[in-house]
């Protein structure tokens, strides 16, 4: 393409980085509201993304099989909704769903047990931190010889990958409170059941959903390339790697697309519980006394 298309291009983007600049510079002050404003900034940025995606694969003319434009990959998503969506439900809600909650359920209830025994504390602490390093390239396929090829077998990679960082966060976390708090509830004679279920735990809130924040993503991940070793002919993975071999590079795209809309949303839903659960912490206060 000409010069003046590539001088527009950048006309263009410098004037949504000057807005989005400015916009930010005005919710600092207060002049304009956070709440519905602060929304406004990602969206601009991110169609501003969009646009010179766009842009930049038209008119460098960019084979589509090395990075097809946003318009290629919209169109795909509309002509496999049918496709996109059993693949959706074989690996979100099949196998991230179950594995997510069976892994960040069993972290909390060995966090607890870790807590209570010193004898846990320092046997299973080096080898959780040993085991959350452990590649998922080498855990997959050994789940997929034990479980099978359907959703079980990336559940469990999922159950692998999330347990432990619920374990290392939880533990932390009931570690937060104070010893002015303990004491005081020494002071009123409470259990060690008591302590735990009205200080310790609500102490250990941010740690708790930090980790579930983390596993979000984590287990969303590890279904997906665990379906690169062993699969049912549906499937996120699956869709990826043959999808890769067949160079239907747009598909692909689809597919990342829907990966990434369907972790940002489980990543939402679980910073907005965490909102309502911890309000009262400095960090959802955003640091106001």
Not at 50 to 55: A, D, F, I, Q, R
């Amino acid at each position: 393409m000409p010069g003046h298309y590539w001088f527009g291009m950048g006309a263009a983007w410098a004037f949504a980085w000057l807005f989005v600049d400015q916009l930010s510079g005005e919710i600092r002050k207060g002049t304009v509201p956070r709440r519905s404003m602060g929304l406004l900034i990602p969206a601009v940025f991110g169609v501003a993304l969009l646009v010179m995606w766009e842009v930049i694969a038209r008119g460098a003319n960019v084979p589509p099989v090395i990075l097809p434009a946003p318009s290629a990959i919209g169109a795909q998503l509309a002509n496999s909704g049918t496709i996109l969506w059993a693949d959706f439900v074989q690996t979100f809600v099949k196998s991230v769903i179950p594995g997510y909650i069976m892994g960040c359920l069993a972290g909390l209830v060995v966090a607890i047990a870790v807590d209570r025994s010193p004898f846990l504390k320092a046997g299973l602490m080096p080898i959780g931190n040993f085991m959350s390093a452990l590649p998922i390239i080498g855990i997959a396929p050994i789940m997929v010889m034990w479980f099978g090829f359907d959703w079980q077998s990336k559940a469990a990679v999922v159950v692998a990958m999330t347990f432990f960082p619920m374990l290392v966060n939880t533990v932390a976390g009931l570690n937060a409170a104070s010893n002015i708090e303990r004491d005081l509830m020494r002071t009123y004679a409470a259990s060690y059941w008591q302590t735990l279920l009205k200080l310790r735990l609500p102490a250990a809130g941010p740690f708790i959903f930090n980790a579930l924040k983390i596993n979000s993503t984590l287990a969303l991940i590890g279904a997906i390339v665990a379906e690169f070793f062993g699969t049912p002919v549906v499937g996120m993975g699956f869709r990826i790697s043959t999808g890769v071999g067949r160079l239907a590079i747009d598909l692909v795209w689809a597919e990342i697309a829907v990966a990434a809309v369907a972790g940002s949303a489980f990543y939402g839903v679980l910073a907005l519980i965490e909102r309502g659960v911890t309000f009262w912490h400095p960090s959802v206060r955003g640091g106001r006394a």
